[in-house]
C-alpha cells in the first residue's frame, strides 16, 4: 500500500470549514483513498472514500487532485465534536482485505 | 444493527499470562481484522481472518495468535505478556457484498499489563 503525508496537527474554528491535506505521491491506479477519523479513546470511524473523482457524503467532501498525488478532506462546518485524529489511507477497494495501513494522522483541534 | 462489539472493554494482567479477546461483528460480515493501539506505535494491523481462515497477517510474534468461528465471531489470543503488550486492541468487520473496502470498528479492548 503508498504511503500517505499528513501535517501532524491544525485548528479549527468552530462553524468554519476544516480542511485537512494528505498527500499520495506514490499511489497506485488502481488504489483509493480513504479517509477515517478517531475520536479520543473511541474506535476509527470510516468518514468517506474516492478513487478520482470528488465525493461528498452526509459527513464530509473528499477532493482529490486530477494526478490523484493529493487530496482534500473537508469539513464543511466543523463542530468541538469534530475533534479527533483523521487518518488518510490508500489501498485497493477490492477483494475486502482488513488491512489497513495506519500513518500518525492528522489531530484536528476545533476551538470554540 | 449492532455495530461490532468487543469484549471485555478493560483488563488488567501481570506479566507472563495469558490474555483473550473477543470481537462479534455486525451480523453478515465475515471478514474480521484486528489492531493493536500504543502511543508509540500508533494502529497497527495484527491479522484478519475471513471465513475462518486467517488470510493476512501483520508483523508480530507468535505470542498474538487469533482464530475465527463459523458464526464469524472471532478472538485473539497474546500469550506471554509483556509490559510492551499494554495497548487498545481493536477488531473491525467488513462485509463482502458492498465491496466498498470500509471497515466498521469496534470500541477497543484496553489491556494493562503490570
Known amino acids: 500500500d503508498a504511503k500517505t503525508t499528513q501535517p501532524p496537527s491544525m485548528d479549527c474554528a468552530e462553524g468554519r470549514a476544516a480542511n485537512l491535506p494528505c498527500n499520495h505521491s506514490?499511489?497506485?491506479?488502481?488504489?483509493?483513498v480513504y479517509w477515517y477519523r478517531q475520536i479520543h479513546s473511541q474506535g476509527p470511524q470510516y468518514i468517506i472514500h474516492?478513487?478520482?473523482n470528488n465525493e461528498t457524503n452526509e459527513m464530509a467532501s473528499l477532493i482529490i487532485t486530477e494526478d490523484r498525488k493529493s487530496s482534500t478532506l473537508i469539513l464543511p462546518h466543523a463542530t468541538l465534536r469534530d475533534t479527533a485524529v483523521y487518518y488518510c489511507i490508500v489501498r485497493v477497494a477490492t477483494g475486502n482485505t482488513g488491512k489497513l495501513i495506519f500513518g500518525q494522522g492528522t489531530t484536528l483541534q476545533v476551538k470554540p | 444493527k449492532a455495530g461490532v462489539t468487543q469484549t471485555p472493554r478493560y483488563l488488567i494482567k501481570t506479566r507472563g499470562q495469558q490474555v483473550t479477546l473477543s470481537c462479534s461483528p455486525i451480523?453478515?460480515?465475515?471478514?474480521v481484522s484486528w489492531y493493536q493501539q500504543t502511543p508509540g506505535q500508533g494502529l497497527q494491523f495484527l491479522f484478519e481472518?475471513?471465513?475462518?481462515?486467517?488470510?493476512n497477517k501483520g508483523n508480530f510474534p507468535g505470542r498474538f495468535s487469533g482464530r475465527q468461528f463459523s458464526n464469524s465471531r472471532s478472538e485473539m489470543n497474546v500469550s506471554t505478556l509483556e509490559l510492551g503488550d499494554s495497548a487498545l486492541y481493536l477488531c473491525?468487520?467488513?462485509?463482502?457484498?458492498?465491496?466498498?473496502?470500509?471497515?466498521?470498528f469496534g470500541e477497543g479492548s484496553r489491556l494493562t499489563v503490570l
Open positions: 506514490t499511489i497506485s491506479g488502481n488504489e483509493y
Open positions: 474516492g478513487l478520482k
Open positions: 481472518y475471513f471465513s475462518e481462515t486467517q488470510r
Open positions: 451480523s453478515g460480515h465475515r471478514s
Open positions: 473491525a468487520s467488513s462485509s463482502p457484498d458492498r465491496n466498498t473496502g470500509e471497515l466498521f
